[in-house]
């Protein structure tokens, strides 16, 4: 509710009321020489004109301060936001970049081993006789065949 004031209280059309009403009574507070003479009460509207210049462009100038505070505090919260979101765009594509890696070094292993599998099958494959034709040279080859993180 208190935004909904102060965005109100800043507008263009409330400032332009407010220097409106300023200047007005800027004019009305100095009055002319003959307009005093034919009228003397036009002092007492003059000093009063005086005040509510001196209240309108003191108002004036709180709202325009305020409303240029407002936006520099929303444009560095912008620029914070913006900083945010640069810094997690950079780490996702870090986070991509490496994860691209570690793919092509998976494929990799992949091919290696599809390649030694392949190896493998052609050289005992259809022959059931060559379950027990293994060697000592063999075994040891089938032994690296194995994955090293077991």
Request: include cysteine; charged fraction near 25%.
């Amino acid at each position: 509710m208190t935004d909904l004031f102060w965005d109100i209280a800043t507008s263009g059309p409330a400032l332009g009321v407010i220097a409106w009403i300023a200047v007005s009574a800027f004019v009305v507070s100095r009055p002319l020489k003959f307009i005093e003479r034919i009228w003397p009460q036009a002092y007492a509207y003059a000093k009063a004109a005086a005040l509510v210049q001196a209240i309108a462009a003191g108002l004036l100038f709180f709202l325009i301060g305020f409303r240029v505070a407002d936006e520099r505090a929303e444009r560095e919260a912008m620029k914070n936001e913006l900083a945010w979101k640069n810094s997690q765009i950079e780490t996702a594509e870090a986070t991509a970049e490496h994860a691209q890696r570690l793919k092509a070094e998976a494929e990799q292993k992949a091919a290696e081993a599809k390649g030694k599998l392949d190896e493998f099958r052609g050289k005992y494959g259809e022959n059931p006789a060559a379950i027990c034709a293994f060697t000592p040279d063999d075994l040891e080859w089938l032994r690296a065949l194995r994955s090293p993180t077991r």
